[in-house]
């Protein structure tokens, strides 16, 4: 028997197979909401959790944090920034009316709401979307909830109105001061910390650098401080190893062990330097698909490939 | 049988099997063992003497009737000698193909005690293809049950489970977490022992026996083991979910750049088709000097691996000597035939920084063997001053796997020290009518063990919910008008 590529691809037409998108938003060039329908996982989706999404069949396996769940219209929404080959690719080729290939999830163990009855939930750029679940937990939860937000400039604040909804201060940080006040998330950090000395946790969600500076803002004060990793993985369900972090010394697999831990235990640099892993690799597919996409235009082709 | 055989009267030497060119084959992902001819077969048969007491069955974890259908491959009734196989094996193809059959059928084997044994996997394996090639199915006439059965995870345990259910008239349903089924037979076991194409066929076999594959499904979060039970409707639910979790090394430098699991390079390289990358997404960077930790199946994968993927030097250290090596003895010698390096003896002991976060060495130290352990396999000591380095840009770890905590964390089923599930005699849980079998249960073991704990499992779930198999009362007689090929399972109990 001759070794060739595994020729199954049969689409089982069925409840849980179907990853439909009913909806999708462009927050700005680069970020863009999906929501996709998924009756079962929006039931089942909490706070924290993510999914593991493959666009097509030759596609990558793709952590995205849940940024919303909808139990009635059942869907499950997505906010994605584009940074590479796999995430530029889905933000022209996912639209309204297409089906993502697989999706698979909730994954991860759901962030463990304490009894905090004041909080911050920090979100810097993309982490905006994953931390609006913890903070509407929170809030159903009767906890008074200050949110800190930081974007670039003005023009990539999104969902501000969906904060003020469920946030009793909401403060937003832009590095230029175009929209709220100047500076980083960690300026609106202490700001609160001032304001109220009687901040029982602190979420913080986003870059890894701005994760840290985080941590590194309340570690004077201990207060309690939660942040997501979102180190590489592969298959989300603790059989590669790929997503291992280091917490306080001890190996953690974040697909199964996390992705929330102690911000104050959290290796940083070592998730920094596994980040960059893949960054030759990931240059050359991002490279060569903008390729691709520049002579299918020539060819007459309507994908736009945003410079 | 005209005359009896005798170790005497049989050909002497085994039959010997075409393989790839080791030069050559170490740069492809094409099988390296081309089976079997058919001449080949029919001859390989003529050695086995028929014992009356066969030894050879008791070798074999799921008792396949071994003469049985090796008389019927003599006889050329080669559709017969797949129904012998599929008697009690469902992936003849796949396992005359990755079963360790020196520690098994073949180790036992009477011819064996003063010849080379009869080549049994390499048989299996040529009826298990025939099977595939000419698409085979032994569509039995089934009763339909009003059960509901849900089976998580689609490895052999869990594809065994499903045959079984789904023969005996039951709806049955496999939920898988990645996004294409077949467990560790897909992602693990790499095309040139196992190809994909071996996988498919055998899934497409139950997918017409009227299995329904359920792929993105993660069992445990998107809903409960309960859950199936109170509220998605499963009478019995099997859980499959294998071992997984890879054992870390341990040591200083176990988390730098290009240090990786053997899961890990295995599953980008065969389930992601990384290897075909940039045409594909996902990517797998290639050492030029890959170290391999371990000597077990997985071990020989991920060394064969990197070498075919372009590696110049590919070596494996092992802190045991060759005997105690874990893996088949034919993929020990595959590897050393495609040209990979052994340190025997030898145990990591830090992996060294080129001071940007990546690997550039592995310090090791040599190892003699002591007293025996627990295992009863000599315990290696360190010799004392014996240091070493070994040059690398890859190393990947293959010492073990532990249990996969996920249905564990999301239910109340009872789990041993270790975090494996605990199971009565007949494979039930704590739960009533959930079952386990397979590594999440045993611990990482072989495909056909866990595929024989799959079929364990349907006989407890048949007991348990009253399903009673009449067509296995006798295999020679009619039954009820019916052949006892068509295993007609009558209901005698009702929901
Ligand atoms: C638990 C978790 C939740 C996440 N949630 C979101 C989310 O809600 N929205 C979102 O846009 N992104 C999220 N990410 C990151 C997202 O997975 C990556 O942006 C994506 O994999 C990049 O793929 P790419 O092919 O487009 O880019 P690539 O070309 O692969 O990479 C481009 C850049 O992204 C970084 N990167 C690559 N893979 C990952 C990864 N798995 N995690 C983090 N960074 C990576 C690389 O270091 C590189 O700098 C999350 C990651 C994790 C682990
Ligand atoms: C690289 C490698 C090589 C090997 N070589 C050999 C060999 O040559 N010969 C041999 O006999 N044995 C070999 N083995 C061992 C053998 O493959 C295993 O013992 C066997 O596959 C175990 O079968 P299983 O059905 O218990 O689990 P697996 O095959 O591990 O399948 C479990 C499946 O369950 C899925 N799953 C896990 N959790 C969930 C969940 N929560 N929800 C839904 N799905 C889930 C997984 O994705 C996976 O597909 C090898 C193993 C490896 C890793
Ligand atoms: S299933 Fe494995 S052990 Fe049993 S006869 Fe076949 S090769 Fe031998
Ligand atoms: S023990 Fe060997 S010779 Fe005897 S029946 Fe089995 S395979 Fe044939
Ligand atoms: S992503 Fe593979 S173990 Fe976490």
């Given amino acids: 028997m001759r070794t060739t590529r595994s020729k199954r691809k049969t689409v089982n037409d069925t409840l849980i197979n179907r990853f439909d998108i009913v909806r999708r938003e462009d927050f700005s060039d680069v970020t863009y909401l999906l929501e996709v329908h998924h009756p079962m996982m929006s039931r089942a989706a909490q706070p924290g959790q993510f999914v593991i999404v493959m666009s097509h069949s030759d596609g990558e396996r793709i952590p995205l944090t849940i940024a919303d769940f909808d139990r009635e219209k059942g869907t499950i929404t997505l906010v994605i920034q584009a940074v590479g080959k796999t995430t530029l690719e889905m933000q022209q080729t996912c639209q309204v009316g297409t089906s993502l290939y697989g999706m698979a999830g909730p994954m991860g163990i759901p962030s463990h709401l304490s009894g905090a009855k004041k909080v911050v939930c920090v979100g810097g750029g993309l982490g905006v979307a994953p931390v609006y679940p913890q903070a509407r937990a929170w809030k159903e939860n009767g906890a008074y909830v200050i949110g800190v937000l930081g974007f670039r400039n003005k023009d990539l604040v999104f969902w501000e109105d969906k904060f003020r909804a469920i946030c009793d201060e909401l403060i937003i940080c832009t590095d230029d001061g175009s929209a709220g006040i100047k500076g980083f998330v960690t300026d609106g950090i202490k700001l609160a910390l001032e304001k109220h000395p009687d901040i029982e946790e602190v979420v913080a969600i986003g870059p890894p650098v701005m994760m840290q500076a985080s941590a590194e803002a309340t570690r004077p004060s201990g207060v309690k401080t939660m942040v997501s990793l979102n180190p590489i993985m592969v298959d989300g369900t603790g059989m590669c190893g790929g997503c291992r972090v280091k917490v306080g010394d001890v190996v953690k697999f974040a697909c199964v062990d996390g992705p929330d831990f102690d911000g104050h235990q959290v290796d940083f640099a070592d998730l920094m330097v596994r980040l960059r892993r893949y960054k030759e690799e990931e240059k050359a597919a991002t490279e060569r698909w903008s390729e691709s996409c520049r002579m299918r235009n020539v060819g007459g082709e309507v994908i736009a490939f945003p410079e | ?495």
């Avoid at chain 2, 394996?125 to 025939?130: E, K």
């Avoid at chain 2, 009763?143 to 689609?154: D, F, L, N, Q, R």
């Avoid at chain 2, 299995?211 to 083991?225: A, D, Q, S, Y």
């Avoid at chain 2, 109340?412 to 199971?423: D, H, V």
Wanted: proline fraction near 6%; charge should be negative; hydrophobic fraction near 40%.
């Fill in chain 2, 1 to 495: 049988m005209a005359k009896k055989r005798t170790v005497r009267s049989i050909p002497q030497e085994r039959t010997p099997v075409r393989e790839l060119d080791p030069v050559v084959r170490a740069t492809n992902f094409e099988e390296v063992n081309c089976g079997y001819t058919e001449p080949e077969a029919i001859l390989e048969s003529t050695r086995c003497l028929f014992c009356p007491e066969p030894k050879c069955i008791d070798g074999c974890p799921v008792s396949i009737d071994i003469p049985g259908f090796i008389q019927k491959l003599g006889e050329k009734d080669f559709r017969g000698a797949y129904d012998v196989i599929t008697g009690t094996n469902l992936l003849p193809a796949v396992c005359g193909r990755v079963c360790p059959q020196e520690n098994q059928c073949e180790g036992v084997c009477v011819v064996g005690e003063s010849l080379v044994p009869v080549a049994i996997g390499r048989l299996e394996r040529f009826v298990g293809d025939l099977a595939i090639q000419n698409n085979w199915v032994s569509l039995p006439y089934i009763e339909p049950t009003v059960y509901k059965i849900g089976i998580v995870g689609s490895g052999p345990a869990g594809m065994a489970c499903a045959a079984d259910m789904a023969k005996a008239g039951c709806e049955v349903t496999v939920f898988e977490a990645f996004h294409e089924p077949g467990g560790v037979l897909r992602y693990g076991i790499p095309d040139f022992r196992l190809p994909n194409t071996v996988v498919d066929a055998e899934i497409e076999k139950l997918e017409q026996l009227g299995v329904k594959f359920e792929c993105n499904t993660l069992v445990g979060r998107l809903f409960t083991i309960e859950q199936m039970i109170k509220e998605l409707g499963f009478h019995a639910v099997f859980i499959g979910t294998g071992a997984g979790y890879p054992t870390m090394l341990g040591i200083p430098g176990d988390s730098l750049n290009g240090v990786l699991s053997a899961n890990e390079l295995l599953t980008r390289c065969n389930l992601m088709n990384a290897r075909e990358f940039p045409n594909v997404d996902t990517p797998l960077p290639l050492g030029k000097q890959v170290v391999v930790v371990g000597a077990g199946n997985t071990a020989m994968d991920a060394l064969r691996v990197s070498k075919r993927l372009g590696a110049e030097n590919v070596t494996c250290v092992y802190r045991r000597s060759k005997a105690e090596a874990p893996a088949r003895a034919e993929e020990v010698h595959h590897a050393e035939q495609e040209g990979i390096e052994f340190h025997w003896l030898s145990n990591p002991v830090e992996i060294l920084d080129d001071g940007e976060g990546s690997v550039y060495a592995m310090r090791c130290i040599r190892m003699e063997l002591g007293e025996p352990d627990e295992s009863g396999r000599r315990r290696p000591v360190a010799v004392p001053g014996s240091e070493f380095e070994i040059e690398t840009d890859q190393v990947v770890f293959a010492i073990g796997t532990n249990a996969n905590p996920i249905i564990g964390q999301t239910s109340k089923l009872k789990l041993n020290k270790w975090g494996y599930i605990q199971t009565d005699e007949n494979l039930m849980t704590s739960m009533a009518g959930v079952f386990a079998g397979g590594d999440i249960v045993t611990g990482a073991a072989t495909v056909i063990e866990a595929m024989g704990a799959g079929r364990k499992a349907a006989r407890g779930m048949k007991a348990y919910l009253g399903i009673r198999d009449v067509g296995r009362a006798d295999r020679t007689e009619m039954l009820f008008g019916l052949s006892v090929r068509e295993h007609n399972f009558t209901r005698v109990r009702s929901a």
